[in-house]
Structures are given as C-alpha cells and as structure tokens.
C-alpha cells in the first residue's frame, strides 16, 4: 500500500490567517486530491492536485480560498486562506496510482480556528 | 459533493452480534470501497468491489453490490469493541476520477 504522509498534524490558528498543509507521497502514487472532513461529516473533495499545473477544484471550492500546489509527482501542498471558523476541518491528503483503484488516505490534519 | 445515503446513521450494538451497514448512490460506478475511521484518526482501506462483482470476502468482512439497485452493504461479523469506528462507503468512478463518499455509519460495539 503507498504511504502517505502529513504535517502538520493539527494546528490552532487565529482567524484572518493562513495555514499551509504538507503531503508526501511514496513513489506508488501518480494521483493526488485533497479532501475536507467538517466535524462529525464525511470527506468532500476538495480538489485534484495536477503535477506542474493548475488544480482541478469541485463546486464550492475556489482557488482563491484553496490554492493548491504540486511542484512534483510526490508532494503537494494546500492552503487554507484567510480561515474563519467555518474552516475547522480535517484536512485530508489522499493519493492512488492512474490504473489502480484503491486510494489511500494520509492521517489528516486537524484545524482549529478560533 | 456526496454520492449518497448510508443508512443506518449510528448503530449500536453487543459484542459478538453482527453488524450491518448499508449504502446506497446515484451515478454509474466502476467500483465501490469502504473505509473505516477510528475517531480522530485517518482512514484504513477495508475492501474493494468492482462493478462487476456482487459479493466479496475479507475476514470478517462480507460487502454486497446490487448495481441495478445502486445500493451497497458491509457487513461485519462476530463484532469486536476494537469495531467501534465510522465507516464510509466510496464510488469510484473513470480512471483518473476521486472517490466520492457516502455520509457514513458510526458503529459503537460494547463488550
């Protein structure tokens, strides 16, 4: 199974900042999206990270709010913009190679904004 | 966005009982997942079924797929305390596509 790893682990953050989320990803792993898990719901795609260009965000979501980057195959980072409270979420990094079907998850990061 | 139900909502129940979860979607699919999640933690891969399966095995395990129905169902035997856990079915749909997931069953097992 690919190994998928993130930090910060959990944050506490004022509102009106930023936090950037880091994700690692073993070489197994050709597809990387990233995923919000409010408090007590399910995950909700937020985006596909695309290698050297642009991501590919779902309704509801917006680059402004969500910049994403890919600079390579491996690491992908996201960034939660200008939080408010609403914001306080799982972040969740997740990865799968093209052909294969099963996606594997990183241990998330927990988001608290005050 | 979310694919679908999954129903029930929350179940409790005894160790040893078996527990059985069901999901159900909307679009097309090439396979369906379901993943737990302990609280607080990631999510592990639990089992895989493809569209053209109906039935599959993995120790405790047995997940079920109807596709004229649209619908899914996981069910655990012999349930253990070390179950309690939210578990969450996901669609996966072309090459390339993310899972979408279901809004999960939380499962609470008491010894």
């Known amino acids: 199974s690919a190994v998928i790893s993130q930090k910060p682990s959990r944050d506490i953050c004022q509102r009106g900042t930023s936090l950037t989320i880091q994700c690692q990803v073993d070489?197994?792993?050709?597809?990387m999206f990233w995923y919000r898990q409010q408090p007590g719901q399910s995950l909700t795609l937020i985006a596909t990270?695309?290698?050297?260009?642009?991501?590919?965000?779902e309704s509801g979501f917006v680059i402004d709010k969500f910049p994403i980057s890919r600079p390579n195959l491996t690491f992908s980072t996201l960034t939660v913009s200008n939080m408010s409270p609403e914001d306080s979420s799982i972040y969740l990094c997740?990865?799968?190679?093209?052909?294969?079907?099963?996606?594997?998850f990183g241990p998330g990061t927990r988001l608290l904004v005050l | 966005s979310q694919q679908g139900e999954e129903d029930p909502q929350a179940l409790s129940i005894q160790e040893g009982e078996n527990a059985t979860m069901n999901c159900s979607y909307k679009t097309s699919i090439n396979n369906l997942q379901w993943y737990r999640q302990n609280s607080g933690r990631g999510l592990v891969h639990l089992i895989l079924?493809?569209?053209?399966?109906r039935e599959k095995h993995s120790g405790r395990l047995r997940v079920t797929l109807d596709t004229s129905k649209k619908s899914s169902s996981l069910l655990i035997t012999a349930s253990r305390a070390a179950d309690t856990a939210s578990y969450f079915c996901?669609?996966?749909?072309?090459?390339?596509?993310?899972?979408?997931f279901g809004k999960g069953t939380t499962l609470s097992v008491s010894s």
């Open positions: 997740s990865g799968r190679s093209y052909y294969q079907e099963t996606q594997y």
């Open positions: 070489s197994q792993v050709t597809m």
């Open positions: 990270a695309n290698q050297g260009s642009e991501a590919t965000y």
């Open positions: 079924i493809r569209s053209n399966e």
């Open positions: 996901a669609t996966g749909g072309q090459a390339g596509t993310a899972l979408i």
